[in-house]
């Protein structure tokens, strides 16, 4: 079953930059793996420093490995002292 995962970064103030070049250049291995249907970072309007990840996987295996691959792991630990708020991510279905 496919699964969609939505994942929240906030910036510390001043590391908007740092933040939205980390997920730019998370976003093309991501693409790359087999099991990554989609993946597109966001930006919010009214909050510069509001990231968000929406991602569509072939399946939770599909998510699962890729959670354990060098480019996810250097992008978390690149990115986890830049944030004012830890990482919110939920994995979800499709309704309708």
């Known amino acids: 079953m496919e699964i969609y995962i939505f994942a929240r970064f906030h910036a510390l103030p001043g590391a908007e930059a740092a933040v ?4 730019r250049e998370v976003v093309a291995p991501t693409r790359k793996e087999s ?8 930006r919010s309007i009214r909050d510069p ?9 072939q399946d939770e295996a599909a ?7 060098p480019h996810t792991v ?5 990115v ?6 830890p990482i919110e991510a939920q994995r979800s279905e499709i309704l309708v």
């Open 20 to 23: 939205e070049e980390a997920l």
């Open 35 to 42: 099991g990554c249907r989609s993946i597109h970072v966001f």
């Open 49 to 57: 420093q509001l990231f968000y990840i929406h991602s569509r996987w």
């Open 63 to 69: 998510f699962d490995l890729h959670v354990r691959l």
């Open 74 to 78: 250097r992008f978390i630990e690149r």
């Open 80 to 85: 986890e002292s830049l944030l004012d708020q």
